[in-house]
C-alpha cells in the first residue's frame, strides 16, 4: 500500500470558533461538511478538499483516550511539527488578506525557483508556512 496524498490535519484548541475563523477568514479555506464525530468541531476545506480539521482540546482527548489513545500534551503550538505549509496562487492576493486581518507574516523567498514564502502562526501558535510559485 502506498501513500497517495496527505488528507487532513487536526488543530486542538480551546477556542474552536476563533481558530476556525482564522482558517476561514485569514487564510481563505472554507468552511463545509463534516462527518458526525463524537466531539465538537469544523472542517475547512481548500477547493472543495477538506484539510484542517478543529476540535475542541478537551472533549477530543477525552473521546481519544476511550479509543485508547494517549491524550495531546501539547498546550500551544505544533509540537513536534514545525508547520503545515499550503500552496497559493497568488502572493499579492495572500499578503493583503494577511495585512486585512493585521497578521504579520515573515517573509521569504527561494531564488532558485523564484518560490515566495509567508510564515505565520495560527491562533494555537502552530506555524503556517504559505507557498507562491511564479506563474
Not at 9 to 23: A, E, K, P, S
Not at 58 to 85: C, F, I, Q, R, W
Not at 116 to 123: E, T, V, Y
Request: charged share 20%.
Amino acid at each position: 500500500m502506498a501513500l497517495t496524498s496527505i488528507q487532513h490535519l487536526l488543530v486542538l484548541t480551546d477556542d474552536i470558533d476563533g481558530t476556525r475563523d482564522f482558517y476561514r477568514d485569514v487564510l481563505g479555506l472554507e468552511q463545509g461538511e463534516r462527518p458526525p464525530l463524537e466531539f465538537p468541531g469544523y472542517w475547512l476545506y481548500a477547493q472543495g478538499v477538506p484539510c484542517v480539521h478543529v476540535a475542541d482540546r478537551a472533549v477530543y482527548n477525552t473521546h481519544a483516550s476511550t479509543l485508547g489513545l494517549e491524550p495531546s500534551e501539547a498546550t500551544h503550538g505544533s509540537g513536534v511539527v514545525d508547520h503545515v505549509a499550503f500552496n497559493a496562487s497568488d502572493y499579492d492576493e495572500v499578503s493583503a488578506r494577511l495585512d486585512r486581518h493585521g497578521i504579520a507574516a515573515v517573509k521569504n523567498t527561494v531564488p532558485a525557483i523564484g518560490m515566495r514564502q509567508l510564515f505565520i502562526s495560527d491562533p494555537n501558535g502552530v506555524r503556517i508556512e504559505i507557498n507562491v510559485l511564479p506563474s
